[in-house]
């Protein structure tokens, strides 16, 4: 890979899709740059004063320089390594907001509700949570013909910013059907995202970065399984 404008430092944990999302922007964009494994119950110092205010992953610390939240990471890598690979978002500013108003819709209609299924107490919660999900998958299917139009990538032809930022999602996509039932890209429901994620999961960055299914399974089954105990010990 590229070497990086200055020193580059992920911190992160492994099955965070949105750690997934920086280590993505960073393979496409082809920069070097140091992985450290945080582990989150047990936060370091330098996660701590990196990010004090959501002490949360991923981090990216450049030259020194923390920057935090997953979406503003990978804008921060596009903007700051613009000379480096792919541009992820667009040049022309219309089709920028559009794709700014997308990545806010996925963060705000898709990622809020299914992180709820994880934490809820109840099936009819949960089954609330889930709802919401499929119904912001179903809007997303309009957003990425209006992006993509008719190419293969949010992008267009090549991967874009709302490309990544779906993209860090696909393991936990499919590890929800495994665990759940529920297909959030259902190829009869939402042909055009079904096709997209097979593209997506055929990119090299894709291959090198997102996480083994099976093992998202497991730890996924381990979460719930410590929220079910603390639930019933209160």
């Known amino acids: 890979m590229a070497g990086g404008d200055g020193d580059l430092k992920l911190l992160g944990m492994w099955a965070s899709p949105f750690v997934t999302r920086a280590k993505l922007a960073l393979h496409i964009k082809g920069l070097s740059y140091e992985y450290v494994e945080e582990d989150l119950g047990n936060k370091s110092e330098l996660l701590l004063s990196s990010n004090p205010v959501h002490k949360a992953v991923p981090v990216l610390i450049h030259n020194g320089k923390p920057v935090c939240e997953s979406a503003v990471v990978v804008q921060y890598i596009d903007d700051a390594f613009a000379g ?3 541009s992820l978002l667009p040049a022309d500013p219309y089709e920028r907001a ?11 209609k898709l990622v809020t509700p299914w992180g709820r299924v994880f934490r809820v107490k109840t099936d009819e919660a949960r089954a609330e949570a889930m709802n919401q999900t499929i119904a912001a998958v179903d809007a997303l299917e309009g957003g990425l013909r209006e992006c993509s139009g008719g190419k293969n990538f949010f992008g267009g032809d090549s991967v874009g910013y709302v490309d990544v930022l779906l993209g860090g999602l696909v393991p936990w996509i499919k590890a929800t059907a495994r665990l759940s039932g529920a297909e959030l890209i259902d190829a009869a429901k939402t042909p055009l995202l079904a096709a997209w994620m097979e593209r997506f999961c055929e990119l090299d ?3 090198a970065v997102l996480q083994d299914v099976d093992a998202v399974v497991e730890y996924a089954k381990a979460v719930q399984a410590r929220a ?3 639930a019933a010990s209160n």
């Open 228 to 230: 079910a105990a603390a």
């Open 205 to 207: 960055a894709a291959k």
């Open 84 to 86: 480096a690979g792919p």
């Open 98 to 108: 559009v794709a700014r108003f997308w990545a806010a819709y996925v963060e705000d």
